[in-house]
């Protein structure tokens, strides 16, 4: 696992009360770990504050899998995150 997805783990594990050993990709954000929009509201917050990656409303509408997040986070962090 690299890197970026064990933060996005973490991130997820932080929010869930999840166990980050437990989560998979496969997994989904509110079947397996219950995510409702309170919980994803806070997810995207975290990711933003600790990650440094902006998520849009209509790109958080598209994230049904842990793999759907890590995969965007991955995609940003070539260029478009910001620092802080």
Known sequence: MSGGN???IQAI?????????SIRPEMELVADLEVDSAKALQLLVE???SLGVEISDEEAEELNTVRDVVSLVES???GATRSG
Do not use: F, Q
């Not at 594990?13 to 050993?21: E, F, L, Q, R, V």
């Open 76 to 78: 940003r962090a070539g």
């Open 6 to 8: 064990a933060n996005v």
């Open 13 to 21: 594990a932080k929010i869930t009360s999840h166990p980050a050993d």
């Open 47 to 49: 990711i933003e504050d």
